[in-house]
């Protein structure tokens, strides 16, 4: 739930020991590539370009020379055909695999790319029910839920477990504190502010169908309304 930027945000040293044969020496800040969980970019001068992609790791070093200086931005795709283990089985790995990968470019920086990133991995997905309009219900061009700045993402949105309540966790992904409110289509009667497990609620104050926070620089909160 946060970024990561290369040669920045790097552990100091090496990963160091992992068995008496197996010692891990090469510096982190020179490990490539990387893990990638839904997408990369590259920005300079106000330019932004994004990949979108569904492989497991990314790299930016040109692979075919190790000397090009510039960034060469690249999905990279693995595949396991043994197991690690010493008498372990081979993985034949039968039928399709398939990958999916999202280009787009813009002004700015990564801050910038960030909903396209990942909202090219999360596609909306139609369903065709035969329901009746009921009067009551959202109208057709209103967001289930609206967020006054777009460095804080909503990850849930749920009925709580044991209660006919619901459950809202938003996160900070820029590193920014951030004065935020949240606008529901619907009535807000009572308000909490939990943990990660969702326990421990202090009530907190609230409007009709709103409320304000502040999210810290890459925290996780979670609240519970009832409704």
């Given at each position: 739930?946060?970024?990561?930027?290369?040669?920045?945000?790097?552990?100091?040293?090496a990963?160091?020991?992992?068995?008496?044969?197996?010692?891990?020496?090469?510096?982190?800040?020179?490990?490539?590539?990387?893990?990638?969980?839904?997408?990369?970019?590259?920005s300079?001068?106000?330019?932004?370009v994004?990949?979108?992609?569904?492989?497991?790791?990314?790299?930016?070093?040109?692979?075919?020379?190790?000397?090009?200086?510039?960034?060469?931005?690249?999905?990279?795709?693995?595949?396991?055909?043994?197991?690690?283990?010493?008498?372990?089985?081979?993985?034949?790995?039968?039928?399709?695999h398939?990958?999916?990968?999202?280009?787009?470019?813009?002004?700015?920086?990564?801050?910038?790319?960030?909903?396209?990133?990942?909202?090219?991995?999360?596609?909306?997905?139609?369903?065709?029910?035969?329901?009746?309009k009921?009067?009551?219900?959202?109208?057709?061009?209103?967001?289930?839920?609206?967020?006054?700045?777009?460095?804080?993402?909503?990850?849930?949105?749920?009925?709580?477990?044991?209660?006919?309540?619901?459950?809202?966790?938003?996160?900070?992904?820029?590193?920014?504190?951030?004065?935020?409110?949240?606008?529901?289509?619907?009535?807000?009667?009572?308000?909490?502010?939990?943990?990660?497990?969702?326990?421990?609620?202090?009530?907190?104050?609230?409007?009709?169908?709103?409320?304000?926070?502040?999210?810290?620089?890459?925290?996780?909160?979670?609240?519970?309304?009832?409704?």
């Amino acid at each position: 739930m946060g970024v990561v930027e290369v040669g920045k945000d790097e552990i100091r040293g090496a990963a160091g020991f992992s068995k008496p044969d197996q010692i891990y020496s090469t510096e982190c800040i020179k490990v490539h590539p990387r893990e990638v969980q839904d997408w990369f970019n590259a920005s300079s001068n106000n330019t932004s370009v994004n990949i979108s992609s569904s492989v497991a790791v990314f790299d930016w070093i040109d692979p075919t020379t190790g000397s090009n200086p510039y960034t060469i931005l690249q999905p990279v795709l693995l595949s396991s055909r043994k197991s690690c283990h010493g008498e372990g089985n081979f993985y034949l790995q039968p039928g399709n695999h398939t990958y999916t990968f999202t280009f787009t470019s813009g002004t700015g920086n990564w801050k910038n790319s960030i909903q396209k990133g990942k909202q090219a991995g999360m596609p909306l997905q139609s369903l065709l029910v035969n329901a009746l309009k009921k009067p009551g219900g959202l109208s057709e061009n209103r967001s289930f839920v609206q967020l006054d700045k777009n460095n804080v993402i909503i990850s849930t949105l749920k009925k709580t477990d044991n209660e006919n309540s619901y459950i809202i966790r938003l996160y900070e992904v820029t590193g920014e504190d951030t004065d935020i409110r949240v606008t529901f289509p619907f009535t807000i009667k009572r308000l909490w502010k939990t943990d990660m497990i969702e326990e421990n609620g202090k009530e907190i104050q609230h409007d009709n169908n709103s409320f304000s926070t502040r999210i810290g620089h890459n925290a996780i909160e979670t609240f519970k309304l009832e409704l």
